[in-house]
């Protein structure tokens, strides 16, 4: 059972005036006043229709800046490992005459692939579970190419020079205490 519904649109004047012009008017054509029920404006029913998706989406950003966080740390670690694992083949390199740009290029490289590799597995995942969310809603977006290139630009330039710094850091380390 749904309550009947009136919508009534106004340009302007006292909404107080106008719901007991209103209210009198609907008495006279029959209806009783408990069934008239309260007066609420356009706005605040589209805005209480869609307070479950304000919510989700609150949640996602939230969720969304936990990922990120934790993709950071996990990056960090991972390159601080590889760093320290490979302190002594960069120390035997640079002793032997490769340039620290040689070697900051090799750690690099292997960071740029590991990032177009996840990129690769992480895009159509990211669509596909776009797509399956956006079945609910009776108007559908696209998502922009852009999108997916913006963040894979800002992750991977974040992820090199995560790179590159720790790499640094580990190349200006004197070799003969290294290899020691």
């Given at each position: 059972?749904s309550?009947?519904?009136?919508?009534?649109?106004?340009?302007?004047?006292?909404?107080?005036?106008?719901?007991?012009q209103?209210?009198?008017?609907?008495e006279?054509?029959?209806f009783?006043r408990?069934?008239?029920?309260?007066?609420?404006?356009?706005?605040?029913?589209?805005?209480?229709e869609?307070?479950?998706?304000?919510?989700f989406a609150?949640?996602m950003?939230?969720?969304?800046?936990?990922?990120l966080?934790?993709?950071?740390t996990?990056?960090l670690g991972?390159?601080?490992?590889d760093?320290?694992?490979?302190r002594r083949?960069?120390?035997?390199?640079?002793?032997?005459?490769?340039?620290?740009?040689?070697?900051l290029?090799?750690v690099?490289?292997?960071?740029?692939?590991?990032?177009?590799?996840?990129?690769?597995?992480?895009?159509?995942?990211?669509?596909?579970?776009f797509?399956?969310?956006?079945q609910?809603?009776?108007?559908?977006a696209d998502i922009?190419v852009?999108?997916?290139?913006?963040?894979?630009?800002s992750?991977?330039?974040?992820?090199?020079?995560i790179?590159?710094?720790?790499?640094?850091?580990?190349l200006?380390?004197?070799?003969?205490?290294?290899?020691?």
């Open positions: 059972w309550a009947p519904l009136v919508y009534v649109k106004l340009e302007g004047g006292d909404i107080g005036t106008l719901s007991d209103l209210l009198q008017k609907a006279s054509v029959g009783e408990p069934l008239f029920g309260e007066f609420q404006s356009w706005v605040d029913l589209i805005d209480k869609y307070e479950k998706e304000d919510d609150k949640l950003v939230l969720f969304g800046a936990v990922t966080f934790v993709t950071l996990g990056l991972m390159v601080m490992l760093s320290h694992y490979r083949e960069m120390s035997l390199r640079r002793v032997y005459g490769a340039s620290k740009e040689n070697l290029w090799q690099v490289r292997n960071i740029l692939i590991i990032c177009m590799l996840c990129f690769a597995a992480a895009a159509p995942l990211a669509v596909s579970l797509r399956k969310w956006q609910h809603f009776a108007y559908k922009p852009w999108v997916f290139l913006a963040v894979f630009l992750i991977t330039l974040l992820a090199l020079a790179t590159a710094w720790q790499t640094l850091r580990t200006q380390e004197d070799p003969a205490e290294v290899i020691q």
